[in-house]
């Protein structure tokens, strides 16, 4: 995860390096930034895409829905604007559309 790209992450990452009582509910943990209890991912629509990937279009996700799609993300992942984001991912999601259509 690139959180030196992010100035957001960058700066939570430079506290916790110098001091991580200082950053409350923020966990430095393998490389990966968590907040309470789930991994902040950074600002890069490429990323975030991959990520709403695997949640959605896998066999065993099975393209649920806006709400079940942004429970499950939000389960695991954190970042700004996440509902909009999979709200808009799976409201252009191809097979979604056809399943509905057919
Ligand atoms: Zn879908």
Known sequence: ???????TTAALLEKLEWN??????YVLSD????????ILVVTDPDI??????????TLAAGHFGIQKTFKLMSQTYEWPKLR?????YVSTCDTCLWNKTS
């Open 31 to 38: 490389g990966l930034l968590f907040h309470q209890g789930h």
């Open 48 to 57: 975030q895409h991959e990520i709403l990937l695997q949640c959605h279009d």
């Open 20 to 25: 991580p009582m200082s950053v409350k509910d």
């Open 84 to 88: 909009s984001f999979v709200k808009e």
């Open 1 to 7: 995860m690139a959180y030196n790209a992010d100035p």
